[in-house]
């Protein structure tokens, strides 16, 4: 393949708690994850939402050891992936870039300007394409290749999702078949799929593939694992009362409770390393969910991490990645401009109906502080405590 490069693109996470401030400051500073009306407000709002959610985000990752263990993970798969290549006689060298923290993506970039590779493959660890998780990450890196003469000379390649790899598939189906194995009555198990959300607008308004490709994805692993077992797909992680893709994961536990499901076997669909949302959130938080709602047995697949089968089907996707034609940024699904991510109705300069959505609301907040600030001298967060 001559000499090669692998970027592999992650979120990132707080390594321990001082990080966690100003980690989400960089996650709400992404126009991606919440979109305004003007630019400017951007990084104040950013910095008055990682202010109020800093003490209980640190309080989750207090919870999982102090700091999250993506990371360590991410670049143990990394160490795993160039090996694995090494050994099929491939010179490769696979780096890690996060878009919110340590390594960042511009620190991996200017690693691999500096080693003067022939090829790069740019290889987002989301199975499944989003416009705020690889989307993002890839709308950071054309900018990047946009402003570099250097860059622009490289050879280079996207791969935009791996949901349907047969290796992948594969690994999943051999961690649920092993989990399931471990039950006395293993066929009598539901299987849960827990998935990352998004809000509904990106899919109806945005035209983000994520949910085709979450439930594609689950079906495949499904036919893969070929077990009578009756499965759930639901979504996790949402924020505020903006309508994000359902069933929710806590709504489906409590139905299926209900329904008289008595061991849930959950398996972290969107993700591939641990972190906060297997180990807080599912872990933790939705197994006292269904212990409340009656369910005596909660069981967790762990995240695949360096399981080989997923290692092996990574260095596959790298290989085919470097003989197929290459595909750039530009062909990437890029969000329409006017894409209303938050809020999802039209902005109003108002106490309205949409500007109470949840980042409506913060904005609203936000903007009023800071003029408050420029009148009376007095900080944000005093008047967040006042309004």
């Keep these: 393949m001559g000499r090669v490069g692998v970027l592999l693109l992650n979120l990132g996470g707080p390594d321990k708690l001082e990080d966690v401030r100003p980690f989400l400051y960089n996650l709400f500073s992404d126009p991606e994850i919440i979109r305004l009306p003007f630019s400017w407000l951007q990084k104040p709002l950013a910095w008055m939402i990682s202010s109020l959610r800093t003490q209980k985000s640190q309080e989750n990752y207090q919870q999982i050891g102090g700091g999250s263990p993506l990371r360590r993970i991410t670049e143990e798969q990394a160490r795993a992936l160039e090996a694995t290549l090494k050994q099929r006689g491939h010179e490769t060298q696979v780096y890690v870039g996060m878009r919110y923290w340590n390594p960042f993506t511009e620190e991996a970039i200017a690693q691999l300007k500096r080693d003067q590779l022939e090829k790069l493959v740019i290889l987002p660890l989301y199975p499944q394409f989003s416009i705020s998780t690889s989307g993002s990450s890839f709308r950071l890196l054309e900018k990047l290749w946009k402003d570099d003469e250097q860059l622009q000379q490289l050879d280079y390649t996207v791969i935009p999702s791996w949901y349907n790899r047969p290796g992948y598939l594969g690994a999943m189906a051999n961690l649920i078949a092993r989990e399931l194995d471990r039950l006395p009555n293993p066929d009598d198990a539901h299987i849960f799929f827990s998935a990352h959300g998004v809000p509904r607008s990106y899919v109806e308004e945005a035209g983000d593939p994520y949910q085709e490709e979450i439930e594609k994805c689950t079906e495949g692993i499904m036919q893969t694992l070929n077990r009578g077992n ?24 409590e139905r299926l409770a209900q329904e008289g499901v008595n061991t849930l076997v959950v398996v972290p669909i969107s993700f591939v390393s641990e972190h906060i949302e297997t180990l807080q959130e599912i872990d933790m938080e939705y197994r006292e969910v269904a212990q409340e709602a009656g369910i005596e047995h909660f069981h967790r697949v762990p995240a695949l991490n360096t399981h080989p089968m997923f290692i092996e089907d990574l260095a596959d996707l790298v290989e085919e990645a470097t003989k197929a034609p290459n595909l750039s940024f530009d062909g990437v699904m890029h969000p329409p401009k006017k894409t209303k991510f938050y809020p999802q109705e039209r902005w109003e ?20 502080a800071l003029m408050a600030e420029l009148i009376t001298g007095y900080g944000p967060l005093h008047f967040v405590g006042l309004l």
């Design 230 to 253: 009756e499965y759930t797909l639901a979504y996790q992680s949402r924020v505020g009362p903006v309508e994000w893709l359902q069933p929710y994961t806590e709504d489906a536990i």
């Design 349 to 368: 300069w108002g106490l309205t109906a949409s500007a109470e959505t949840w980042n409506g609301r913060l904005a609203m907040l936000g903007f009023l």
